[in-house]
């Protein structure tokens, strides 16, 4: 999803000041928004129930989850 924000931003251009913060995160949702890919990946969601179960328990990951010990594999 970074890479579809970065693709937004021209060679030699000056970025949207907002749109740079707001991708300094690893809200996945939040990228999901401003990458731009949200309706396709909406319309992908309808089509394929794997991904929609995918999707819900990668959703609400955080970066500090990665250092807990207590998470099932």
């Not at 949207?16 to 690893?26: A, E, I, N």
């Not at 969601?45 to 794997?50: G, L, N, P, R, W």
Request: net charge negative.
């Amino acid at each position: 999803m970074k890479a579809c924000i970065a693709k937004q931003i021209k060679e030699h251009d000056f970025p949207d000041k907002q749109l740079v913060l707001d991708s300094y995160t690893h809200n996945l949702e939040q990228l999901l928004r401003i990458s731009g890919v949200k309706p396709q990946f909406d319309s992908r969601m309808k089509a394929d129930k794997a991904l929609e179960v995918n999707w819900t328990t990668v959703k609400d990951w955080t970066e500090a989850a990665r250092y807990d010990n207590n998470v099932p594999e």
